[in-house]
Structure formats: structure tokens, C-alpha cells
């Protein structure tokens, strides 16, 4: 089992950037792919972004792309979401995920993560 903590949320101007961290603990996180999610109020659970183990590969909802980065660090337990030029409607709660898999298969199903973190609020305000 491998626990997921988010941080790294808050309230931040639109055009204004944040970055979250998710920490995992618990099992060889470079065996692992990782996936951001969103929920707004009201909203389903959507796709952000993928990574692959080894950071190769990366993956992107049409909403974000350009605008978000994702990342690793294997050695540090740790991915990364680097948010700019964030806009009201990225105010959402924001979750990591994790999947044991070593595929590149950026897979946008959340049915498909085992593993998820508790999730960090991100408020954008206009």
C-alpha cells in the first residue's frame, strides 16, 4: 500500500501560479505512475495529468495543457504540479493518485488508481 499527502493549495489571483507536492510513503514509489485529478463543486472527479515512472512520459487534459507542468522526483518520494497562469476555473480540490504500472499509457481513468491522496484545495479568485 502507498500513502499519497497533497499539499500546497490555496487562494491565488487568476493569472497568479502554485505548485502542489504530493509525498508518498509506504512502497517503491518509482514503481508507480502517478496521476493528478480535480473536483469542483458539483463536478465530477477529472483528469489533470500523467507521469510515468520514470518522468519520461507526461500527459495533459486539453484544459490545462500549457499552462501545467507535472513532475517527479523519485528520489525525494514526491510528484509535482506546477500551476501558472491559473484561471477561476481551476478552483478545485486537487488529488494525486498512484497506479502500479509500468506502462507509458497515460490512462485518464480514475477507476484505474488504487492509491489516492486525502486531496488540497486550490481557489482561484478573478
Known amino acids: 500500500q502507498v500513502q499519497l499527502v497533497e499539499s500546497g493549495g490555496g487562494l491565488v489571483q487568476a493569472g497568479g501560479s502554485l505548485r502542489l507536492s504530493c509525498a508518498a510513503s509506504?512502497?517503491?514509489?518509482?514503481?508507480?505512475?502517478m496521476g493528478w485529478f480535480r473536483q469542483a463543486p458539483g463536478k465530477e472527479r477529472d483528469f489533470v495529468a500523467f507521469i510515468t515512472r520514470n518522468g519520461a512520459t507526461t500527459s495533459y487534459a486539453d484544459s490545462v495543457k500549457g499552462r501545467f507542468t507535472i513532475s517527479r522526483d523519485n528520489a525525494e518520494n514526491t510528484v509535482y504540479l506546477q500551476m501558472n497562469s491559473l484561471k477561476p476555473e481551476d478552483t478545485a480540490v486537487y488529488y494525486c493518485?498512484?497506479?502500479?504500472?509500468?506502462?507509458?499509457?497515460?490512462?485518464?481513468?480514475?477507476?484505474?488508481?488504487?492509491?489516492w491522496g486525502q486531496g488540497t484545495q486550490v481557489t482561484v479568485s478573478s
Open positions: 509506504g512502497r517503491t514509489f518509482s514503481n508507480y505512475v
Open positions: 493518485a498512484a497506479r502500479y504500472y509500468s506502462g507509458s499509457y497515460p490512462d485518464q481513468r480514475m477507476t484505474m488508481y488504487p492509491h
